[in-house]
C-alpha cells in the first residue's frame, strides 16, 4: 500500500465546532486530494492541492478550507461542522511521471458524524 | 451538463461468467480514464489506466475498453470470481489531474 494514512478515522462532533482532518504521505508525491463519499453520490473532489501552498477547489469546496504547509501533509478543515458533512472522507495522492496519466492512491478514510 | 453514470447500481454475476460493466459519460472529453475497486470500508484502489488514444487494455483477467465516440467505457472481468465482489468506480480526467468519479456499480460473484 502507499504510504498514506488518515487521521482522525472516526470522529463524532458536534454542529458548529470546527474539525481538521489531516492526511498524511510518505510517498513526496506532489498532488494530494480530499474527497467526501456519500451515497447516491460517490466520490466528490472538496479541495486538492498540486503543490505546497497551492491549492484549487473541487466540486463541493463550500464550507471546507485546505492547508498544505508540507510536502507530506495536507489538512481539511471544517470552519463550523453541519449535519450535511456528514460523510466518509478520503484523502488520495497523486504523482508525476513525463505525461499526466497518474492513478491516485487512496487513504483509508475517516468516516465524521455531524451531530 | 457533465454527466457519468454507471450502468447499474448493482449486478450479480454466476462464478466463472464474465462480468461487464459499463460507464458512459456526456459532455467531457476526458483525455484518460480509469477504473478502481472498492471494498466496503475501504479506499478506492486503481486498476486500470486507458488513454483516448487506445481502444482496448488488459491486465490478467480484467479488460477496459474506451470509445470516445460513443462516450462510453466497458470493464470486462472474465472468469470471475466470489473474490471479484466489489464496488467498482469509473473515473474520467477532467483536467488538471483531477479525476470526477461515478457513483460505482456494486458486483457480486455469485458461487
Known amino acids: 500500500d502507499a504510504g498514506i494514512t488518515q487521521s482522525p478515522r472516526h470522529k463524532v462532533t458536534e454542529t458548529g465546532t470546527p474539525v481538521t482532518l489531516r492526511c498524511h504521505q510518505t510517498e513526496n508525491h506532489r498532488y494530494m486530494y480530499w474527497y467526501r463519499q456519500d451515497p447516491g453520490h460517490g466520490l466528490r473532489l472538496i479541495h486538492y492541492?498540486?503543490?505546497?501552498?497551492?491549492?484549487d477547489k473541487g466540486e463541493v469546496s463550500d464550507g471546507y478550507s485546505v492547508s498544505r504547509s508540507k510536502t507530506e501533509d495536507f489538512l481539511l478543515t471544517l470552519e463550523s461542522a453541519t449535519s450535511s458533512q456528514t460523510s466518509v472522507y478520503f484523502c488520495?495522492?497523486?504523482?508525476?511521471?513525463?505525461?499526466?496519466?497518474?492513478?491516485?492512491?487512496f487513504g483509508p478514510g475517516t468516516r465524521l458524524t455531524v451531530l | 451538463s457533465q454527466k457519468i453514470e454507471q450502468n447499474s447500481e448493482a449486478l450479480n454475476i454466476q462464478e466463472g461468467k464474465t462480468a461487464t460493466l459499463t460507464c458512459n459519460y456526456t459532455n467531457y472529453s476526458p483525455a484518460y480514464l480509469q477504473w478502481y475497486r472498492q471494498d466496503p470500508g475501504r479506499g478506492p484502489v486503481f486498476l486500470l489506466l486507458?488513454?483516448?488514444?487506445?481502444k482496448e487494455k488488459r491486465k490478467e483477467r480484467l479488460k477496459v475498453t474506451f470509445d470516445t465516440t460513443l462516450k462510453q467505457s466497458l470493464f470486462h472481468i472474465t472468469a470471475s470470481q466470489p473474490a471479484d465482489s466489489a464496488t467498482y468506480l469509473c473515473?474520467?480526467?477532467?483536467?488538471?489531474?483531477?479525476?470526477?468519479f461515478g457513483t460505482g456499480t456494486r458486483l457480486t460473484i455469485i458461487p
Open positions: 488520495a495522492i497523486a504523482g508525476t511521471s513525463g505525461i499526466h496519466y497518474n492513478e491516485q492512491f
Open positions: 486507458i488513454r483516448e488514444n487506445e
Open positions: 492541492s498540486y503543490g505546497v501552498k497551492d491549492t
Open positions: 473515473a474520467l480526467a477532467t483536467g488538471n489531474e483531477k479525476l470526477t
